[in-house]
C-alpha cells in the first residue's frame, strides 16, 4: 500500500495555468510507470498522461502540446504542468503509482 498527496488544484480561468503535484509515500526511483487522471462529471476516468521509469511519456489527444507530465526521483514527486486550460478541462485528477490512487483534486476553468 502507498499513499498520494496530490495539491495544486484549483480554480483558473480558461488560457490559464496550473501545476498539480502528487508526493508519493514510497520511492518512486524504480517505479515502472505513473500517471495522472481525471474525471468529469458524466464521464469515466480517462488517462491523461503517463511517464515511464526510463522518461518516457504519452498523452491523451485532448492535452497534447499543452500538458507536461514530468517526475522528480529525488523529492517522490509527480508533476502535472497544465498550460493553455480551456473549460473542458474541467474534472477531478487523480494521480496514480503502485497500484494506487490519490484522493484527486478538482481542477475547475471558468471564467
Known amino acids: 500500500q502507498v499513499q498520494l498527496v496530490e495539491s495544486g488544484g484549483g480554480l483558473v480561468q480558461p488560457g490559464g495555468s496550473l501545476r498539480l503535484s502528487c508526493a508519493v509515500s514510497?520511492?518512486?526511483?524504480?517505479?515502472?510507470?505513473m500517471g495522472w487522471y481525471r474525471q468529469a462529471p458524466g464521464k469515466q476516468r480517462e488517462l491523461v498522461a503517463r511517464i515511464t521509469n526510463s522518461g518516457f511519456t504519452n498523452y491523451a489527444d485532448s492535452v497534447k502540446g499543452r500538458f507536461t507530465i514530468s517526475r522528480d526521483n529525488a523529492k517522490n514527486t509527480v508533476y502535472l504542468q497544465m498550460n493553455s486550460l480551456k473549460v473542458e478541462d474541467t474534472a477531478v485528477y487523480y494521480c496514480?503509482?503502485?497500484?494506487?490512487w490519490g484522493q484527486g483534486t478538482q481542477v475547475t476553468v471558468s471564467s
Open positions: 496514480q503509482a503502485y497500484g494506487s
Open positions: 514510497r520511492s518512486i526511483f524504480s517505479i515502472s510507470a
